[in-house]
């Protein structure tokens, strides 16, 4: 006697909903029939990597996470290249754009964010592109192989990967930045000017606070309008400059959306019957754009979907690493302190070496390395449990060797 199997769908094939799947898989491989939309025509990959794809260090088929094979393997239909464009809810159904239509009883949404672009004129002018995807990145080398120049909008990591990228690419780049300081959301101002300088002896051009209010060209653009009135000459412009969690089509049928689609602490929407993951998701009122946090919550939401309810997810610390090669920089935990925190510092222009540690209560809060981040995960640790780090204060700049010999040493000298 055959017992039929549930239904589930996947909406997105990106590094959330495939995650979840792997999770799944591990748990009750056998429970569903799963069939996975996707508006990339390819298999599942690391997105983290397009940065490396970029710069050429990397190549296509070595930041595949899944190719197609996988999913013939473990009996998953991927429809790649056709986006679901319409979610019954009454029906219990989706539709893609070419007209499949599948039912489920399981929905599972996973589909990430939306590069912010620019509301400027000519801001959809040929040669203007997003950094998202394997086809912004294949856009953004085929124009390194015609253009001179290239600029970028936008100092936020992605920007400064980008604008690093296409440098490597030969192309002479202007990163252009509204604030006065590169990373503002990662970096206080030291740390900012020992980065810029080191971007600019690589040859990047940096225009810091400046307001971009167009770009101008004809059949494609040609160049980027600030408001000082100058005027960069640019073959190519990449908008770096944010994201918004990707909800239209939960909004659409009805799924109850806040800035991101409302998950609870087992990743469900309002509807029992739907699961949100990844980018796309707002749980507590935050919304998320690294991959540690995303792939916790593929964790717990497969472990609802093989009914194994027992996790929930919550918020953890995250920590950032800027992916530029020769330069080291890390950032972890609460590395803008305030009222209640104070601050251990430690400065090496000539190393071009800065380090600060926040902390609260004789916790570690957050910490900011540049020059020298090799104990970024050391220091992420501590944060994470919360450890008492007063017997170690007067070290704890020096790293966790350092530390660690020193505990080692007392501990000798005690016995
Ligand atoms: C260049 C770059 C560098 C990054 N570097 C880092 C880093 O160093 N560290 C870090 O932690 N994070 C980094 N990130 C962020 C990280 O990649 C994301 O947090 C992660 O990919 C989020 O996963 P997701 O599945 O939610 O979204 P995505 O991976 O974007 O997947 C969503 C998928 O859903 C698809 N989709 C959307 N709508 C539909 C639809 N209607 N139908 C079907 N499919 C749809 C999208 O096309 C996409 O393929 C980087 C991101 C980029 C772009």
Partial sequence: MSTKRARLVVI???????RTVEELLQLAPDLYDISVFGTESYGNYNRV??????SGEKQADEIMLNPTAWYAEHGITLHAGDPVVEIDRARRCVRSSSGVEVAYDRLLIATGSQPIVLPVPGCDLPGVVCFRGID????MVEAAGIYRS?????GGLLGIEAANGLSRRGMQVTLIHRSHVLLNQQLNDDAARLLARNLQERGLVLRLDAETVALEGGERVEGVRLADGSRIDA???VMAVGVRPEIALAEAS????????VVDDTLQTYDPHVYAVGECVQHRKVTFGLVAPVWEQARVCAAHLARFGHRRYCAAETATRLKVTGIDLYSAGDFIGGAGTEDLVMRDPRRGVYKRLVLRDSRLVGAVLYGDAKDGGWYFELICEG????????RLLFGQSYCQSSIANLAGVAT
Avoid: K
């Fill in 136 to 139: 912004d990145v294949e856009r």
């Fill in 150 to 154: 290239a600029a970028v909008i936008g």
């Fill in 254 to 261: 009805g799924i109850h959306c806040g800035r991101g689609i």
């Fill in 387 to 394: 450890t008492d780090i007063a017997p170690l204060r007067d």
């Fill in 235 to 237: 073959g190519l412009v």
């Fill in 12 to 18: 997105g094939n990106g590094m959330a909903g495939i």
């Fill in 49 to 54: 990597m397009l940065s490396l794809l970029l």
